[in-house]
C-alpha cells in the first residue's frame, strides 16, 4: 500500500463549481501537507500548506486536515477552465523530502 | 519574484553517455531537493541538500550523484544512462531545512534514446 493514496481521476465539472479533492494517508509520522498544481510539462506549484489539523483558506483554496481521520482535502470554490490541471497532494514528516500522491487530474468544463 | 531555475530544460542523451543537471535555488534559499517524476507518475524523491551537506537521500540509483556549491547551486550527474532514466527531472528549493515549502523548477526533460 502507497503511503499516501489519491484517485487519479480525471474529474470533470462545469465552470463555476465546487471541486473537492482528496488524500488518505497511512503514515501517521505526517505533519506537514501541501497541494500542489502541475500543468502539463510544468514543474509542481505550491498552492497550499498546512501544518495542523483543521481549515487553511486562500482566495478560491481551502485545505482541510483531519490527522484523526488521515484524509486531506483541497476545496476550490467558483472553479475556472484555467483550474485545469493535475493537482497533487503531498506530505512530509519533517521538513526534508516530500512524499507525494499520484495527482488528480482536474477538467474544468467552460 | 525569482523562482528556482534549472538547465538545460531538454536534454537528449544516447544508453551509456553521461548527463549533468544543473539547479539554481531561489535567492537565500539553502536547501535543494531533487526529484525524478517518470510519465504519468507522481514525482520521486531522490536527494536534498543542505548548507552543501547531503540531509536526506531517496530512491537514487548509484549511477547518480549529486553535490551542492558554495553558491547553493546544485548539479546531479547521472552516468551509464538507461532507458528507464528518461523522465522530468524536478529541483526545488526550500528557505532552511526545516520549511517544507519547497518551490519547484520548471524542470529537465531527459531523454535517452
Known amino acids: 500500500q502507497k503511503e499516501v493514496e489519491q484517485d487519479p481521476g480525471p474529474l470533470s465539472v462545469p465552470e463555476g463549481a465546487i471541486v473537492s479533492l482528496n488524500c488518505t494517508y497511512s503514515?501517521?509520522?505526517?505533519?506537514?501537507f501541501m497541494w500542489y498544481r502541475q500543468y502539463s510539462r510544468k514543474g509542481p506549484e505550491l498552492l497550499m500548506y498546512?501544518?495542523?489539523?483543521g481549515n487553511k483558506e486562500d482566495g478560491r483554496f481551502t485545505a482541510q486536515v483531519d490527522k484523526s481521520s488521515k484524509y486531506i482535502s483541497l476545496f476550490i470554490r467558483d472553479s475556472q477552465p484555467s483550474d485545469s490541471a493535475t493537482y497533487l497532494c503531498?506530505?512530509?514528516?519533517?521538513?526534508?523530502?516530500?512524499?507525494f500522491g499520484k495527482g488528480t487530474r482536474l477538467h474544468i468544463l467552460p | 519574484a525569482a523562482g528556482v531555475i534549472q538547465s538545460p530544460r531538454h536534454l537528449i542523451k544516447e544508453k551509456r553517455e553521461t548527463a549533468t543537471l544543473k539547479c539554481y535555488p531561489i535567492?537565500?534559499?539553502?536547501?535543494v531537493y531533487w526529484y525524478q517524476q517518470g510519465p504519468g507518475q507522481d514525482p520521486q524523491f531522490l536527494i536534498s541538500?543542505?548548507?552543501?551537506?547531503?540531509?536526506d537521500k531517496g530512491s537514487i540509483p548509484d549511477r547518480f550523484s549529486a553535490q551542492q556549491f558554495s553558491d547553493y547551486h546544485s548539479e546531479l550527474n547521472m552516468s551509464s544512462l538507461e532507458l528507464g532514466d528518461s523522465a522530468l527531472y524536478f529541483c526545488?528549493?526550500?528557505?532552511?531545512?526545516?520549511?517544507?515549502?519547497?518551490?519547484f523548477g520548471p524542470g529537465t526533460r531527459l531523454t535517452v534514446t
Open positions: 503514515n501517521s509520522a505526517f505533519q506537514y
Open positions: 541538500f543542505y548548507e552543501k551537506m547531503q540531509s
Open positions: 526545488a528549493s526550500s528557505l532552511t531545512l526545516g520549511g517544507a515549502e519547497q518551490y
Open positions: 498546512t501544518y495542523s489539523s
Open positions: 503531498a506530505m512530509s514528516v519533517r521538513d526534508d523530502k516530500i512524499i
Open positions: 535567492p537565500r534559499h539553502d536547501t
